[in-house]
C-alpha cells in the first residue's frame, strides 16, 4: 500500500476498493491507511472489526495499528494481515 493511500473495504462497489459480499459486512466496513510506518484503520461498520485477541475496533475512532497486525472483518472473521 503507497504513503497516504486509503484502501476501504465493504460490500458497496461502488465506494469501496476490495469488496466482500457478506451480511456481516457493512456497505462500507472499514478504512485503512498507512502513513509510512504505521496503519491508521478506522472501524465505520455495524457488526464491528476485531483485532489483537478479539478486541474490538471503536467505531469510527481512527486507531494506530502495526505490520503484522490482523483486522477480522465482521462474524465471518474474513482476516486482513497488515504487512
Known amino acids: ?3 497516504e493511500q486509503e484502501l476501504v ?4 462497489v461502488h465506494q469501496c476498493q476490495f469488496v466482500i459480499e457478506s451480511a456481516w459486512v457493512s456497505r462500507v466496513h472499514l478504512r485503512i491507511r498507512y ?7 478506522t472501524d465505520q461498520s455495524r457488526h464491528g ?4 485477541d478479539s478486541n474490538r475496533l471503536p467505531n469510527g475512532v481512527q ?3 502495526n505490520h503484522n497486525t ?5 462474524r465471518d472473521g474474513i482476516g ?4
Not at 9 to 12: A, K, L, N, P, Q
Not at 80 to 83: F, N, P, T, V
Request: hydrophobic fraction near 45%; aromatic fraction near 10%; charge should be negative.
Open 49 to 52: 472489526t476485531f483485532y489483537t
Open 35 to 41: 502513513d509510512g510506518k504505521k496503519y491508521l484503520v
Open 9 to 12: 473495504i465493504g460490500r458497496d
Open 80 to 83: 486482513i494481515l497488515l504487512i
Open 1 to 3: 500500500m503507497d504513503t
Open 63 to 65: 486507531v494506530e495499528c
Open 70 to 74: 490482523v483486522l477480522n472483518i465482521g
